[in-house]
């Protein structure tokens, strides 16, 4: 039996052109690795099988005939279970999607599916993307791979331990205030947030939807470029998609930095202390080592990102999740006669499937968000919270566009702190939202950012893995790409 | 500080049915909220304007063009409560 945990897409791609191995028993391998060791990581919301060893005969079938395949092609990986994939259930961790088997494919499935890869299954993830942590998922918290007691992050909790645990190759998460990269940085792994457009959001169960990109979470920042190149690409079932067609970004990964100016932003050095500080600057010292400028920046905007982003992102959740009712899917609750709203018109009967369903389907957290989505979008509210909100939006772009004149590519830590543990964060809100603090701003200007793990640190006795973020400018991958990989060759 | 009969408000705006038990943490998690995001009133926004769509893509028109969807079947399928074809829902008179 293979090791198949240590492998990379490459490597794996090698072992079936060269016969050493067949996808099936590549993807049989990976099942057997799940099957041992789920059960007490919980990554996986539903298996694929069946669909799993089909796209694989069908690649040994090609390589058998001589035929030549892709660089994903017969390669399993996991989705995130927001994504919509045919004939397989789609929760999205929520119990109102229980019984949600998806009519349709997601442009990144479809594309995926073309490009030959094979479908483990669907991916543990907070009910509806809404959470830092996987412990917010109606079926239960994914534990992290590294260790059982921490969280492995969130909302994209299931896919990063299923890459980083072996369970799968590569994976698909969403990521709407940093739900791809901290969970990345909390588990050991790549994790890449494209430009807003980059990848169309056709078939991902909305949630903000001018902050919502689905990226690739994986072992290499190679792996990320095989898989973005893969999924990217203008849609026409996706408006925002981005007018540029979809590239081939393995080919900018030269190792080569030098020339490159690294902008640090110095209000984010002075908050960070302990561990994560030095893990920061050893990353910032490797860079410089390598080549690059480094450069001190200001974002003075940025510091409002957060609150910014907790009214428009609740704004957009409220509006997303109204078709969430009981009425043409999805779960319907049983008739219960203790509401009590006093306001309601005459029309109890449909009014309360809506209540009820929502009342039993949807969990704590969204609800928190909806609600205050409805507050600050309701009548008299518009304009000191949503308004004002996009206003402030801009600002930060603006503190941005003016950044980037300066420096080519944006270095942060990915997280505050490395992987904490079960329960230390949940009786707060706000304590689980500040764990977004350096990755949401990405989302709130549209920008591409990556998180690759970097050094790790030391918290009681333990080595936990710490991620850095690189983000770009508008539609550069390229050099967040190229960047990402210099490091990561450069500390194997 | 949101009151409880606030919460049940927007509760029933945004069609979620909650226990009595429960509005008075939800009273104080949104206001936590609330007085979190108060923040923003320090920025002076005066002449900016708001962006929606961040890369400023402008509006992408598309012709207006029924095309067949496969899987009718199965999104009949998915009906919590069906006769035939058709969708039941609850009287709404």
């Not at chain 1, 936990?464 to 490091?487: I, S, V």
Request: charged share 25%.
């Amino acid at each position: 039996m293979l090791h198949v945990s240590c492998f990379m897409i490459k490597e794996l791609h090698n072992k079936l052109i060269s016969k050493e191995i067949t996808s099936v028993q590549l993807t049989e391998e990976y099942f057997a690795r799940i099957k041992e060791q789920d059960k007490n990581l919980n990554a996986y919301l539903t298996l694929t099988k069946e669909l799993a060893l089909k796209q694989a005969r069908k690649v040994d079938e090609k390589i058998a005939a001589g035929v030549e395949i892709g660089m994903i092609e017969g390669i399993p990986g996991a989705i995130k279970d927001n994504l919509c994939v045919t004939g397989v259930r789609t929760t999205a961790a929520s119990k109102i999607l229980d019984n949600y088997i998806a009519p349709f494919d997601a442009t990144v499935v479809i594309k995926l599916e073309e490009a030959g890869a094979v479908f483990l299954g669907k991916t543990n993830m907070d009910e509806f993307a809404m959470g830092s942590s996987t412990e917010k998922s109606a079926y239960g918290s994914t534990k992290n791979p590294v260790d059982l007691e921490r969280v492995p992050g969130g909302s994209s909790g299931g896919s990063a331990a299923s890459v980083a645990s072996g369970e799968a190759v590569w994976a698909l998460g969403t990521d709407t205030g940093g739900s791809i990269r901290q969970p990345a940085s909390f588990c050991g792994v790549v994790g890449l947030k494209p430009t807003y457009g980059r990848v169309s959001r056709y078939g991902a169960i909305a949630m903000a939807s001018s902050l919502d990109q689905i990226g690739p979470i994986t072992k290499t920042v190679e792996d990320a470029a095989i898989i973005l190149s893969v999924i990217s690409g203008e849609d026409k079932m996706d408006a925002t998609s981005a007018q540029s067609p979809a590239k081939d970004y393995t080919k900018y990964l030269t190792g080569e930095v030098s020339g490159l100016k690294i902008g640090v932003v110095k209000d984010y050095l002075e908050k960070l202390t302990g561990e994560v500080k030095i893990s920061f600057e050893k990353v910032v010292e490797k860079y410089r080592e390598l080549g690059a400028e480094i450069k001190e920046i200001e974002l003075p905007n940025a510091k409002y990102s957060l609150p910014v982003y907790y009214i428009i992102m609740p704004c957009e959740v409220s509006s997303n999740l109204a078709r969430f009712d009981g009425v043409k899917f999805g779960m319907r609750a049983e008739d219960h006669e203790d509401t009590q709203l006093d306001f309601l018109p005459e029309d109890r009967n449909l009014i309360e499937t809506y209540l009820d369903s929502r009342r039993y389907g949807i969990g704590a957290e969204p609800k928190r968000r909806i609600m205050l989505g409805t507050y600050a979008l309701s009548s008299g509210y518009y304009d000191a919270y949503y308004l004002r909100a996009q206003k402030v939006r801009t600002l930060i772009k603006q503190d941005f566009e003016k950044a980037f004149e300066a420096v080519d590519l944006i270095l942060t830590p990915t997280t505050p702190s490395p992987a904490f543990k079960f329960g230390e964060k949940t009786a707060d809100p706000i304590q689980m939202y500040l764990e977004d603090i350096f990755t949401i701003t990405a989302n709130i200007v549209g920008v591409p950012a990556i998180s690759v793990p970097g050094p790790t640190v030391e918290v009681d006795g333990k080595q936990l893995p710490q991620g850095f973020q690189l983000m770009g400018k508008w539609f550069d991958e390229e050099n967040l790409l190229r960047a990402a990989h210099a490091y990561e060759i450069a500390t194997k | 500080m949101l009151s409880k009969e606030e919460v049940q408000h927007i509760a029933g705006l945004a069609r979620i049915g909650v226990d009595e038990k429960d509005l008075e943490k939800f009273a104080t998690d949104l206001s936590a909220v609330l007085d979190w995001i108060e923040e923003l009133k320090e920025v002076d926004v005066s002449g900016v304007e708001p962006t929606a769509h961040i890369t400023g893509m402008q509006n992408r028109l598309r012709e207006d063009k029924m095309s067949e969807f496969e899987n009718k079947a199965e999104i009949i399928n998915l009906f919590p409560d069906k006769k035939d074809n058709f969708g039941k829902v609850k009287s709404i008179l």
